[in-house]
């Protein structure tokens, strides 16, 4: 099983439409985080979260909400999709003892018409 | 600000080819890394480097902290390299990626 697995895989949804991207992880790392990828630009940070009860917002969080539900899980979720969030969406975890431990789901590939 | 910068933004090799690609960063990046997404989106983890040189096969990585800079060589290319390679460091408290380099080898 992978280490970060994120789902789904790929989805096509419809402008207002809300819906949710879930992530969990077995690496055992209290830290999480959610990436958005759009075409020709790096990874933008969209929220991140160091423990159960700890939430930041990161660059580009306008139009997304997260829950952390446990250690191992973290969704992310778009309260009413618009097409300008059509990207892949990737999810991470990283261990703060090992500033290079980022591991990253295989991404869910987000399609708003 | 956090900033990492990679050049060249597109190359196109002929396999066997060896190629460098190169990653400025500004003074508040940390914990320089390269990862390569391949064309299926999967990102890998290539290199941890925050300073001097490391090499893994026909992959090496330096970055000369003192002057922002890091470089990623790739030696006798092959199809499998084709994708994008990032550079990424580490800001307060997550990574910052660069907007990549997207490699394509030709047979």
């Known amino acids: 099983d992978a280490d970060v697995t994120q789902t789904p895989r790929n989805r096509i949804t419809k402008t207002g439409k809300r819906i949710m991207l879930e992530c969990s992880q077995t690496?055992?790392?209290?830290?999480m985080y959610w990436y958005r990828q759009d075409p020709g630009l790096g990874l933008r940070l969209i929220y991140y979260?160091?423990?159960?009860?700890?939430?930041n917002k990161g660059e580009i969080s306008d139009g997304y909400s997260v829950s952390r539900q446990a250690q191992a899980k973290f969704s992310l979720s778009l309260e009413s999709a618009i097409p300008n969030q059509t990207a892949l969406y990737f999810c991470?975890?990283?261990?703060?003892?090992?500033?290079?431990?980022?591991?990253f789901g295989s991404g869910t590939r987000l399609t708003v018409v | 600000g956090i900033q990492v910068e990679q050049s060249p933004p597109d190359l196109i090799l002929q396999e066997g080819a060896n190629s460098t690609l190169r990653c400025n960063f500004s003074?508040?990046?940390?914990?320089l890394q390269w990862f390569h997404q391949n064309p299926w989106g999967q990102l890998i983890n290539l290199f941890y480097?925050?300073?001097g040189t490391k090499q893994n096969g026909r992959l090496s990585a330096t970055t000369v902290a003192t002057e922002r800079y890091s470089l990623l060589y790739i030696s006798s290319s092959q199809t499998t390299d084709s994708g994008v390679y990032f550079c990424?460091?580490?800001?307060?408290?997550?990574?910052?990626f660069g907007t990549g380099t997207r490699l394509t080898v030709i047979p």
């Open positions: 991470a975890t990283s261990d703060p003892g090992r500033a290079h431990g980022y591991t």
């Open positions: 690496k055992g790392h209290d830290r």
């Open positions: 979260s160091f423990d159960v009860k700890d939430i």
């Open positions: 003074d508040s990046v940390n914990n």
């Open positions: 480097i925050p300073s």
């Open positions: 990424a460091g580490t800001g307060a408290n997550n990574l910052f």
